[in-house]
């Protein structure tokens, strides 16, 4: 399996792998395995690519085998949901700091191919993305929709990331989670 930050060309392979496991195109007998709820176009995609360096990779035989996006609060501050977060970031300190746009990050969407889960590929891309993004950042942000079982299970248990509160967004209950960059999953 080889990890590398996302190019351009990669788009297609993303956009796949991403709406096999979309809330509003996965199979329903597959959410409870975990799905991703924000909806991406191309354009989208490359302006994280181009502005951010942001999608981190798995490809596998010319396949995307799952990836991770991360980028600045700037790029995601479009969507309606991360500028609820945005506001929210000063009633939050973590590392003993009051979290802000500059010293954090917003990580996620993260999506692993149901035939790789479970073979530490999710800790390989965590690392590689944070081995990136903690050149910038101190503080890595993002939440998980109480539903999403696995997903919460996959970030606590597995990567090791805390649970710094829980919020309420348009009816729906999330956890939202921080991480200090300087560490890594994997030795």
């Known amino acids: 399996m080889k990890l590398k930050i996302a190019e351009v060309s990669d788009i297609d392979g993303i956009l796949k792998l991403h709406n096999k496991y979309q809330i509003d195109s996965i199979k329903e007998e597959d959410k409870k395995d975990g799905f991703v709820t924000t909806a991406f176009s191309q354009e989208e995609l490359k302006n994280i690519i181009v502005q951010e360096q942001g999608i ?7 396949e995307v085998m799952g990836y991770v ?4 609060w700037q790029y995601w501050s479009k969507w309606p949901m991360f500028a609820f977060m945005i506001e929210d970031l000063p009633k939050l300190e973590y590392l003993g700091q009051t979290l802000r746009i500059g010293n954090s990050y917003q990580y996620g969407p993260v999506c692993i191919d149901k035939r790789v889960r479970g073979s530490g590929l999710l800790e390989q891309l965590f690392d590689f993305a944070l ?7 101190p503080i890595l942000v993002t939440f998980v929709n109480k539903v999403n ?3 919460y299970e996959a970030h606590k248990r597995k990567l090791g990331l805390e649970v710094i509160q829980e919020f309420e967004y348009n009816n729906k209950q999330y956890y939202e989670f921080v991480y200090d960059t300087s560490k890594r999953v994997l030795n």
């Open 56 to 62: 981190f990779i798995a490809i596998k035989d010319d």
């Open 149 to 151: 079982v696995r997903s």
């Open 131 to 137: 081995e990136s993004m903690s050149q910038k950042y």
């Open 69 to 72: 996006m991360s980028a600045s």
